[in-house]
Every structure is written in C-alpha cells, then in structure tokens.
C-alpha cells in the first residue's frame, strides 16, 4: 500500500527527491512520515505531513535541507533532500498513521502501513 522510491547513490552537497505512492485504502486522517535506518541503528525520524498538508514536521538534523510536501491527486508524498550529507546515507522509509498528537508523530510505533524502504548512499 506504500511504495517508496527514488533512492541512489549521490556526492555530498547534492539533492535527491524519494517518493512514497500511497494506494488500497484512504488515508485522508492519516499522518504521512519519512524515517531512515541506517545499518545497526535504529529507525529515526525524518518528516512528516499531515494528507491535508496543512501540518509538517521536521527533525532538527534535516531542518533547512529536507522538504516533505503531498500531492493528493496522486496520493504521493515526497521527500526532496537537499544538501546531503553522508550521515543522511540510510534505508529511507515513509509510512503512514492516524496519529492525533504531533508528539506521538516523530515515533515509528505509531505508524500502522509502511514502505518497502529505498536505500540513499551519500558519498564524501
């Protein structure tokens, strides 16, 4: 239901643009989120949007560089990375949520649907 996209293997400084295709139900309550994982670490948070788009929500490490926006009619989110660095290099994965409380959104366990996850490599 969650098809996530557009990972690769980019220099420092450079931007990319992931893609999360939501589809089999509605999600019109539902919180869209991006988080990363990198190899023995554990799931962080990186964004998240409400499907109205009318909230977003930054962790401080991406703030300035990431920008999460939705587009309804196609029932994607997108995740446009600028910047990169190579601590950003990680499994990128959206997932989605009825999460009411915008403390609850940065935690991956209140995410119901997820993404199959696409790998960003960022190099020095």
């Known amino acids: 239901q969650l098809q996530a996209s557009g990972g690769g293997s980019v220099q420092a400084g450079t931007s990319l643009r992931l893609s999360c295709a939501a589809s089999?139900?509605?999600?019109?309550?539902?919180?869209m989120g991006w988080f990363r994982q990198a190899p023995g670490k554990e799931r962080l948070f990186v964004a998240a949007?409400?499907?109205?788009?009318?909230?977003?929500y930054y962790a401080d490490s991406v703030k300035g560089r990431f920008t999460i926006s939705i587009d309804n009619a196609k029932n994607t989110v997108y995740l446009q990375m600028d910047a990169l660095k190579p601590e950003d290099a990680a499994i990128y994965y959206c997932?989605?949520?009825?999460?009411?409380?915008?403390?609850?959104?940065?935690?991956?366990?209140?995410?119901?649907?997820w993404g199959q996850g696409t790998l960003v490599t960022v190099s020095s």
């Open positions: 997932g989605a949520g009825v999460i009411s409380g915008s403390s609850w959104i940065r935690q991956s366990r209140f995410y119901d649907y």
């Open positions: 089999g139900r509605t999600f019109d309550n539902y919180v």
């Open positions: 949007i409400r499907w109205s788009g009318a909230n977003t």
